[in-house]
């Protein structure tokens, strides 16, 4: 078994933080910051929407039943 990982060379890990990679990381983190503003922000619009759009279905039911109670329905009689 050790002669199938005999080829694998253990030595030390370095990552050099050069000013590339720093600045790399830092225009990543800040498109990850406004994208998740982004969604936090459409998140509100959407529920802003569906709010308003509760309002409006519950405000033309009020008035279809305001309707109907003015012109009661009549019924037919054989």
């Known amino acids: ?9 253990y030595s030390e890990a370095s990552f050099p933080m050069t000013g590339q990679y720093t600045a790399l ?14 969604y936090r922000q459409n ?4 529920e802003i ?3 308003e759009k509760d309002e409006r279905i519950k405000a033309k039911v009020q008035r279809r039943k305001k309707l109907e109670s003015l012109y ?3 019924k037919k009689t054989v």
């Open 49 to 51: 929407k569906k709010k």
């Open 72 to 74: 009661p329905i009549r």
């Open 25 to 38: 990381l830092l225009i990543t983190s800040v498109i990850w910051v406004l994208l998740w503003f982004g």
């Open 1 to 9: 078994m050790s002669q199938i990982f005999s080829y694998v060379k």
């Open 43 to 46: 998140k509100i619009n959407d």
